[in-house]
């Protein structure tokens, strides 16, 4: 009786464990689950972080060596994006942009058609799908990207700056 006792105690905390967001692999990369607010953290090969809020919509793709990804396809909610300078190109893919990048930290959010992308530190280069219409951005710089309306570079109000990375607990 005892030993089934245990058993069921032992089995029981595996599971608690296992639903509470353990670390698992996940394309490469080791994901994990955040709280205060819900986010999850995929912490990848050669200095890449990505931290999704937990309703992002997003697909890891591709991948360059040693098995790090190379590209985010994201068509809803935000990322913060964080590539270790020299660890080589990366870009998030949403249905309105692309944004391209060489070491930095920033931010990518998709929502109602519309991508927005800032840039906390180094530098990010924005253009549509196509490739046409590339802007850089630089820190403390977003862009605005939709299918009507030219892509416009502007430094964000730091509430704006705020609210963006709060939900990333920044």
Same mark, same amino acid.
């Given at each position: 009786m ?7 105690a032992?089995?029981?905390?595996i599971?608690?464990a296992l ?15 955040l709280?205060d607010?819900a986010?999850?953290?995929?912490t990848c ?9 937990a ?12 098995g790090r990804?190379?590209? /985010?396809e994201l &068509?809803g909610?935000?990322?913060l994006v964080? *590539?270790e300078? %020299?660890s $080589?190109p990366?870009?998030?893919l +949403?249905?309105?942009?692309i ?11 998709v ?10 530190r180094?530098? /990010?280069g924005? &253009? ?6 590339? *802007?850089?951005? %630089?820190? $403390?710089?977003?862009?605005?990207? +939709? ?7 502007k430094?964000?109000?730091q ?5 963006l990375?709060?939900?990333f607990?920044?």
């Open positions: 005892r030993i089934l006792t245990l058993f069921m032992v089995t029981c905390f599971a608690i639903s509470a967001g353990m670390a698992q692999q996940v394309n490469g990369c080791v994901r994990s689950e709280t607010p986010r999850v953290v995929y090969p050669g200095g890449l972080v990505l931290e999704a809020e309703a992002a919509a997003l697909a890891i793709t591709g991948s360059g060596a040693p990804p190379v590209a /985010v &068509s909610k935000g990322v964080e *590539v300078p %020299g $080589g990366f870009q998030i +949403t249905p309105q942009a944004a391209a990048v060489r070491g930095t930290v920033y931010a990518v959010d929502e109602d058609g519309v991508t927005s992308v800032f840039v906390v180094g530098e /990010v924005v &253009s549509r799908p196509d490739g046409s219409e590339a *802007v850089a951005l %630089g820190a $403390g710089e977003g862009v605005t990207v +939709t299918t009507a309306e030219p892509l416009v570079v430094r964000w109000p509430e704006k700056v705020d609210r990375l709060a939900r607990a920044r």
